[in-house]
Every structure is written in structure tokens, then in C-alpha cells.
């Protein structure tokens, strides 16, 4: 490798899936304050939502992954602008 080219933080850093705590190594340079032992060794842990272990198009399976509600938390935000149903006037005629 040429020397002075390469970020300074290159480590091995665990991925862990959120979803069914798959956890993967890899060499990465993404910031974290949070550590995990891995086979009695401590790594730099980034969280994901999704990975390969879960993903759709990797497992074959297709389901909704919804950890934090966030469909939900749509609807609730949302749902001040739903349009009112109109209220139709009857008029009697007499």
C-alpha cells in the first residue's frame, strides 16, 4: 500500500443486524462509541437495521421489518391532515 493515502481509522469493526443479532466482521472505517466481544475479542460495534442475513432478496423470504415502528409513527404524524369526511346538509322540503 502507498504510505499517507490511506485513512487512519482502517480497522476491523462488527457489524451486528438489529433484526435476528446476526453479527459479521469486517475492515471499516466508520466512527462508533460502542464495543462488542466477539470470541473473546473487542471490536468497534456499528448497528444495522438491515443486513444480508435479514434482507428480502438475500434470505428469499419477503417480510416486513419494522423495529421501530416507524409505519406507525407515519400514520399518527399524518393522520391531522386526513380530510374530513363532508357532512352533507339535508334539506327537508315542505
Do not use: C, W
Request: charged share 40%; no cysteine.
Amino acid at each position: 500500500m502507498k504510505q499517507g493515502i490511506h485513512p487512519e481509522n482502517y480497522r476491523v469493526v462488527a457489524f451486528k443486524d438489529m433484526s435476528n443479532d446476526d453479527v459479521f466482521l469486517t475492515k471499516s472505517t466508520a466512527d462508533t462509541k460502542e464495543t462488542i466481544e466477539v470470541d473473546g475479542v473487542e471490536y468497534p460495534l456499528v448497528k444495522l437495521e438491515i443486513s444480508r442475513s435479514s434482507h428480502p432478496f438475500y434470505t428469499g423470504k419477503s417480510k416486513l421489518i419494522d423495529t421501530a415502528g416507524r409505519i406507525d409513527k407515519f400514520k399518527n404524524k399524518y393522520d391531522k391532515f386526513k380530510k374530513a369526511p363532508k357532512k352533507e346538509e339535508t334539506k327537508s322540503e315542505e
